[in-house]
């Protein structure tokens, strides 16, 4: 079978369609080149917002078109949401953000036998972490391994705990074979990533805590280095943070989900925290992990937030001084509890808002690039961007380029000597 996929969404995506893709090669499939015929188009659909609902019908139409007389496989966040409309749009095979292996058995069926499938579970009924093959792109430096999936914390602007269901964890065990495998595939990063990795452990026999997992895989990683994904702020702890400052495999880089600046809009949203502890988190990370890259991802226009507590925002990232910031105009999502609140914004305001925060974030940006200039920095070496110059990313998260040849894959330290826009130039020390 020739197929092709396609993907949206988050890094847990991401994964899951690396891992379908290893799944379909250990099966003997191959991955049809563009403009080749394909017997099955695979899209990996996502929902978090109304706007990415829309961009999954669009693709799963734009490839049907292109791909006339192709099965037509998708699975996901917004087939698990609204399985009738993916079937409706002319999907032969319907799945959601779960069972993928057998999913990848119903594309075999229809393609070989024109069997359709629409098969959707209910989410918050599993119980065990499907464990996928881990791995990325061949060729890439860096890979992902997937520790967590399904969220409990229901913040007020989220459909994800309903489409991903309960909380499942990838035990310890499982979690050191992975990065074994991971390490002797040659990786020289490994990205944990989840839904919600902050919950990790809570549903495994003994209560693993997330800062057990990375000391597992940190014990197994060998010249291995490891990067966080997303966290919620509530599992920053002295604890945490002193258990992993001895773990030297770690990056020094944290992406917390910040969302607002301002507690009655935190409040609204059903965040766990306010910004007097979100504060104390970020000043516990420094004084940790000296010069660690700190960032977040922010949503602005939220309803009922007002010009003040926009202002409010804006204070409190400017005192946190991140390193880079995501920021989100506020995204109707039908079937959450903000979609139905009173004081929606509008696109104007949302859109106005964003932008204000982007330009204090690029500010921000460019003042922590600026600080990196003396330093010795650790950086993972990705791609060659000319003859003569590599670049790769530092393990506090930032663009590096040095001249040099065959650096990739390697990890060497470098002496910042320059930033010209959001890149910074260096030496090998
Ligand atoms: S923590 Fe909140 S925003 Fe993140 S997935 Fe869970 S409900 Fe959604």
Same mark, same amino acid.
């Given at each position: 079978?020739?197929?092709?996929?396609?993907?949206? @969404?988050?890094?847990?995506?991401?994964?899951?369609?690396?891992?379908?893709?290893?799944?379909?090669?250990?099966?003997?499939?191959?991955?049809?080149?563009?403009?080749?015929?394909?017997?099955?188009?695979?899209?990996?659909?996502?929902?978090?917002? /109304?706007? !990415? =609902? &829309?961009?999954?019908?669009?693709?799963?139409?734009? %490839?049907?078109?292109?791909?006339?007389?192709?099965?037509?496989?998708?699975?996901?966040?917004?087939?698990?949401?609204?399985?009738?409309?993916?079937?409706?749009? @002319?999907?032969?095979?319907?799945? /959601?953000?779960?069972?993928?292996? +057998?999913?990848?058995?119903?594309?075999?069926?229809?393609?070989?036998?024109?069997?359709?499938?629409?098969?959707?579970?209910?989410?918050?009924?599993?119980?065990?972490?499907?464990?996928?093959?881990?791995?990325?792109?061949?060729?890439?430096?860096?890979?992902?391994? +997937?520790?967590?999936?399904?969220?409990?914390?229901?913040? !007020?602007?989220?459909?994800?705990?309903?489409?991903?269901?309960? %909380?499942?964890?990838?035990?310890? +065990?499982?979690?050191?074979?992975?990065?074994?495998?991971?390490?002797?595939?040659?990786?020289?990063?490994?990205?944990?990533? /989840?839904?919600?990795?902050?919950?990790? =452990?809570?549903?495994?026999?003994?209560?693993?805590? *997330?800062?057990?997992?990375?000391?597992?895989?940190?014990?197994?990683?060998?010249?291995?280095?490891?990067?966080?994904?997303?966290?919620?702020?509530?599992?920053?702890?002295?604890?945490?943070?002193?258990?992993?400052?001895?773990?030297?495999?770690?990056? $020094?880089?944290?992406?917390?989900?910040?969302?607002?600046?301002?507690?009655?809009? *935190?409040?609204?949203?059903?965040?766990?925290?306010?910004?007097?502890?979100?504060?104390?988190?970020?000043?516990?990370? &420094?004084?940790?992990?000296?010069?660690?890259?700190?960032?977040?991802? %922010?949503?602005? @226009?939220?309803?009922?937030?007002?010009?003040?507590?926009?202002?409010?925002?804006?204070?409190?990232?400017?005192?946190?001084?991140? !390193?880079?910031?995501?920021?989100?105009?506020?995204? $109707?999502?039908?079937?959450?509890?903000?979609?139905?609140?009173?004081?929606?914004?509008?696109?104007?305001?949302?859109?106005?808002?964003?932008?204000?925060?982007?330009?204090?974030?690029?500010?921000? +940006?460019?003042?922590?690039?600026?600080?990196?200039?003396?330093?010795?920095?650790?950086?993972?070496?990705?791609?060659?961007?000319?003859?003569?110059?590599?670049? /790769?990313?530092?393990?506090?998260?930032?663009?590096?380029?040095?001249?040099?040849?065959?650096?990739?894959?390697?990890?060497?330290?470098?002496?910042?000597?320059?930033?010209?826009?959001?890149?910074?130039? @260096?030496?090998?020390?």
């Amino acid at each position: 079978m020739q197929y092709i996929i396609s993907t949206l @969404g988050c890094k847990v995506n991401q994964y899951e369609s690396q891992a379908i893709e290893n799944l379909l090669m250990e099966r003997g499939h191959i991955c049809a080149v563009p403009g080749e015929h394909a017997d099955a188009v695979i899209v990996n659909t996502c929902a978090v917002t /109304g706007e !990415s =609902g &829309r961009k999954s019908r669009q693709l799963i139409r734009r %490839l049907m078109d292109e791909n006339p007389g192709a099965v037509i496989a998708v699975c996901g966040c917004y087939s698990q949401l609204s399985p009738d409309e993916v079937s409706a749009i @002319g999907a032969d095979v319907v799945f /959601g953000s779960g069972d993928k292996v +057998k999913f990848i058995d119903a594309i075999e069926r229809a393609v070989s036998e024109g069997e359709k499938t629409s098969s959707i579970d209910d989410p918050f009924k599993r119980k065990l972490l499907e464990i996928l093959p881990a791995g990325a792109v061949s060729g890439r430096t860096r890979a992902m391994l +997937k520790i967590q999936d399904g969220c409990a914390n229901f913040c !007020s602007y989220c459909i994800i705990p309903y489409t991903r269901g309960r %909380l499942r964890s990838l035990p310890l +065990k499982d979690a050191s074979e992975e990065t074994q495998r991971l390490r002797d595939s040659g990786f020289k990063e490994v990205v944990l990533t /989840g839904i919600e990795i902050a919950s990790y =452990g809570a549903d495994l026999p003994g209560r693993p805590s *997330l800062a057990d997992v990375i000391c597992e895989v940190a014990s197994n990683a060998g010249d291995m280095r490891i990067r966080l994904g997303s966290l919620e702020p509530t599992v920053i702890t002295e604890a945490f943070c002193r258990r992993l400052a001895e773990t030297e495999k770690l990056c $020094r880089h944290f992406h917390l989900s910040l969302q607002s600046g301002c507690d009655r809009t *935190l409040k609204a949203m059903n965040r766990k925290y306010d910004t007097a502890e979100f504060y104390e988190k970020v000043l516990m990370l &420094r004084d940790y992990f000296p010069n660690c890259g700190i960032t977040c991802d %922010l949503i602005t @226009g939220f309803p009922g937030e007002t010009d003040t507590d926009h202002q409010d925002t804006l204070e409190f990232i400017k005192k946190c001084a991140f !390193s880079a910031m995501h920021v989100f105009p506020y995204s $109707r999502r039908p079937g959450t509890p903000a979609d139905k609140m009173p004081e929606q914004c509008t696109n104007a305001v949302k859109a106005a808002r964003a932008k204000e925060a982007s330009a204090v974030a690029e500010k921000m +940006k460019k003042a922590f690039l600026d600080a990196q200039i003396g330093r010795s920095l650790p950086v993972l070496f990705e791609s060659r961007e000319s003859d003569n110059v590599c670049s /790769g990313h530092s393990d506090n998260y930032l663009l590096v380029c040095v001249e040099g040849s065959h650096l990739k894959g390697e990890i060497r330290q470098v002496r910042i000597m320059q930033r010209k826009d959001e890149i910074l130039y @260096g030496v090998i020390d």
